[in-house]
């Protein structure tokens, strides 16, 4: 239990040093609002993923991992369609900002899993 809780912190200050640089990016009307947004969504969908790898077993491993990936998929599709349109928000910032928040994190997710 602990070391999920260590790697939800690592993994929040990830999430918020990626969504630093794209605040520097993206200076636009509703730029800022798009990426606190994509921020968040981002947040619950890696640590979804995270949990699943986490609690895998060994030889489960590469299943957990695509079941991840496969989520981080899905969640930017319903992002794209779903999400942005009704809430107004710049679609530039918010699927780069997702997309790269997304990269980010799961770049991180062997490093993560092994805090």
Do not use: K, W
Not at 57 to 64: F, G, H, S
């Amino acid at each position: 239990m602990r070391r999920l809780a260590v790697t939800g912190g690592l993994l929040l200050v990830v999430i918020a040093a990626a969504s630093a640089v794209c605040l520097l990016l993206f200076r636009g009307p509703g730029d800022r609002r798009a990426i606190l947004v994509s921020a968040v969504i981002a947040l619950v969908v890696q640590s979804l993923s995270f949990t699943v790898s986490h609690n895998a077993p060994p030889r489960r491993m590469l299943a957990a991992r695509l079941a991840g990936s496969a989520l981080r998929f899905l969640s930017l599709l319903i992002y794209a369609f779903l999400v942005i349109g009704p809430l107004e928000l710049p679609p530039q910032a918010a699927l780069l900002s997702f997309a790269g928040l997304l990269f980010a994190s799961t770049v991180l997710e062997p490093r993560l899993l092994s805090a």
